[in-house]
């Protein structure tokens, strides 16, 4: 299931770029992805997870320039990180004889290395494309529930039954703390950042106090922060960070936290069908989470995205900052079916002054809530966001 603007996007990249990073966690359909661009034109694909295939690189250089008429595909680039340095020196010698786009793709499940190791070698020459789990603008309106559920990790949202899909899920996170993570490279124990991820599926959407979850888990800040900080690069947890204005208020300046994908959430707390979601005091926050992921994947390349809340309770979800725009877009999310503005939106509004005013909420139809604010579904609202 892969989405039509994703190969767009793809494709379009590889025509632009000598190399291209596609950036995501595992088992989110980036082989599968690049497999597909891959089938239109000549191509090469190494998995580097595999010893044979690693074997072949044992000269770069010498090897992938007998295949310089082709779309060389790395999976798993993180695993052989010097790698960064060959391709530079292959996508010069391609420039000078003519064939200066197209001529790597290299797929990743963390960022942070995987960035700092290509900025550093490939500067000018590489364009990163991030494909997260499936969102609301790409499964439509009928799997909807079922994405919220499931998660959009396409194996668990694809699943033949909830019960078969939250099994999926269980052994992707644990095949995360026992095998990734250490393969990576940081001495962490699985059972503390089980724990760790786990309080923040509690506290999905909530503001990060590091110091409690410090206490919590008999680690001091900086353990904290570098534990989130990994989370973060392997593009499992976001954190929306705070809107900075220049208004006579004091601003919140902590992020807020949440897990990524829905389903995960779920799964770290066990929540099995839809029932359990919505008897739990985690399903506003796990609808926000899914409400957030899927408008700044729909929204334009470039879009910043934060939130607001002041130390007196006025408060934006979501204001999303467009490119060569000067207001933002105010957003507010909600599950109902009939939602209800507080007053801490509009007082929010008095200082953001945003181009518009939203509300995403759990129903289909489009209609004004109050003076400037309109109620919109989370799907009419992602397919808007790309043309804006």
């Known amino acids: 299931m892969i989405p039509r603007r994703c190969l767009a996007d793809l494709d379009d990249a590889l025509t632009e770029a ?16 690049a497999l597909e661009v891959a089938d239109t034109r000549p191509f090469l694909y190494l998995d580097l997870e595999s010893e044979g295939d690693r074997a072949k690189l044992a000269e770069p250089e010498l090897y992938l320039a007998q295949h310089a008429d082709k779309l060389v595909i790395l999976d798993e680039i993180q695993r052989t990180p010097h790698l960064f340095r060959h391709l530079r020196g292959l996508i010069d010698r391609g420039r000078r004889g003519g064939r200066g786009k197209g001529r790597f793709l290299v797929l990743g499940s963390a960022s942070i290395d995987l960035l700092r190791q290509s900025s550093e070698s490939l500067a000018g020459r590489i364009r990163y494309l991030e494909l997260g789990p499936l969102d609301a603008g790409e499964v439509g309106r009928q799997r909807l529930d ?40 940081p001495r962490i124990p699985a059972e503390t950042l089980r724990r760790l991820w786990t309080m923040l599926a509690h506290q999905q959407g909530g503001l990060l106090n590091a110091a409690a979850l410090a206490r919590a888990l008999a680690v001091d800040g900086k353990t904290i922060a570098s534990y989130l900080d990994l989370l973060v690069d392997l593009l499992l947890v976001r954190r929306l960070t705070p809107w900075h204005a220049n208004v006579r208020k004091r601003l919140v300046k902590s992020p807020k936290v949440y897990v990524r994908d829905s389903g995960l959430v779920h799964a770290l707390l066990g929540i099995a069908d839809r029932e359990a979601l919505l008897s739990h005091p985690v399903s506003g926050g796990s609808w926000e989470g899914l ?17 607001f809340r002041t130390a007196a309770g006025a408060e934006i979800d979501l204001l999303l900052k467009f490119p060569g725009q000067r207001k933002p877009w105010a957003i507010e999310i909600k599950r109902g079916l009939a939602p209800r503005l507080e007053r801490g939106f509009h007082l929010a509004c008095e200082s953001v002054h945003p181009e518009r005013r939203l509300v995403v909420y759990g129903g289909k139809e489009r209609f004004p809530l109050a003076a400037n604010v309109e109620a919109v579904s989370l799907n009419d609202l992602c397919e808007e966001l790309p043309a804006v």
Do not use: C, M, N
């Open 18 to 33: 000598p190399a291209v990073a596609l950036l995501g966690p595992r088992q989110v359909g980036k082989t599968t992805l």
């Open 291 to 307: 409400a957030i992921e899927s408008l700044i994947a729909a929204a334009p390349g470039g879009t910043e995205a934060h939130f």
């Open 146 to 185: 079922a994405l919220w559920l499931r998660g959009g990790f396409p194996e668990s949202l694809l699943a033949a039954a909830d019960a078969a899909s939250l099994r999926w899920r269980t052994a992707f996170i644990r095949t995360y703390l026992e095998r990734d993570i250490p393969q990576l490279g």
